[in-house]
């Protein structure tokens, strides 16, 4: 167990000794703190100043005084302060950051209609539009949740992440139109779609040890494949897509959204922030 886990697991025994209204001061403080401080590769570091904060505040609720009292009313005041001794994010995380998310975006452009068909097709434009979208969705939404934390505003809140929604979506169908408008696909042979998938395991084994997140998806990557190449098979033998092997994919792509789902679940489970 690493050292962030060991802080966490003792965070969690801490939460359940606070008041309702000092487990509410805190959560927000918590998530606050943990979000920002992602992008300074500094979660342990977080992790363990924030530690140290709900041991304080256990001593000061002791005492009879509230979390509020203790620390101050602005909390995201206190958090700004000790995120700003950390060292500021280095050029190269910001970039093995955008690599991450490109890799699970980018993966599912090619995994997706390989767990279909059995063969991927590369298209230049739908392939440069889901670049961009993999730098500036993921990213965006990271900072607007981190900036909800202490909107009190829930009108302001509902707002910009209805804003953000249809953002999202509107970027979707744009991509799809021009995808649609311009479409130049090149079928890869099944060599270079091999390659694609030994590429695409090797970035999610150099992730695995970075993010946990990346463990959420392992399954749902191998069942896409798996899909992919009962189709090959299927064809093998003379079965087409009209035959009962075209609900492989169907079957397949339900048990990876699910084991997506049971991935998230546990995840956020153990990263539990009360």
């Not at 342990?44 to 000061?60: G, M, N, P, R, W």
């Not at 975006?105 to 097709?121: A, D, N, P, T």
């Not at 730098?135 to 939404?141: D, H, V």
């Not at 395991?201 to 150099?206: E, I, K, P, R, S």
Request: overall charge neutral; hydrophobic content about 50%; glycine content about 8%.
């Amino acid at each position: 167990m690493n050292k962030q886990q060991e802080y966490l697991n003792a965070i969690s025994s801490l939460q359940g000794k606070l008041t309702k209204e000092n487990k509410a001061y805190m959560r927000k403080l918590h998530a606050y703190l943990m979000l920002a401080s992602a992008f300074h590769e500094q979660e342990e570091k977080a992790t363990e100043l924030l530690l140290s904060i709900y041991q304080d505040v256990l001593d000061a609720q002791a005492d009879g005084q509230s979390a509020e009292d203790f620390l101050g009313k602005d909390s995201k005041q206190m958090a700004d302060e000790l995120l700003s001794d950390l060292p500021s994010i280095r050029w190269y995380y910001g970039l093995r950051l955008t690599g991450l998310i490109s890799l699970v975006y980018i993966s599912w452009f090619f995994l997706g209609v390989f767990g279909v068909s059995g063969e991927m097709v590369v298209e230049w434009r739908g392939l440069l539009c889901d670049l961009v979208l993999a730098l500036i969705l993921p990213s965006s939404a990271f900072f607007i949740l981190k900036n909800l934390v202490y909107e009190r505003s829930k009108i302001k809140s509902y707002l910009l992440m209805g804003t953000w929604g249809l953002s999202f979506v509107g970027l979707i169908v744009l991509r799809f139109w021009i995808s649609r408008q311009f479409y130049e696909g090149i079928p890869l042979p099944l060599w270079a779609s091999l390659l694609v998938i030994l590429g695409i395991v090797a970035g999610l084994f150099y992730y695995r040890s970075k993010s946990a997140i990346v463990d959420t998806l392992i399954p749902a990557y191998v069942l896409t494949v798996l899909s992919g190449f009962s189709q090959l098979l299927a064809s093998q033998f003379g079965y087409g897509p009209r035959d009962w092997t075209g609900w492989l994919p169907l079957i397949f792509m339900v048990l990876a959204f699910f084991s997506t789902l049971a991935g998230t679940f546990f995840l956020l489970k153990k990263e539990n922030v009360g």
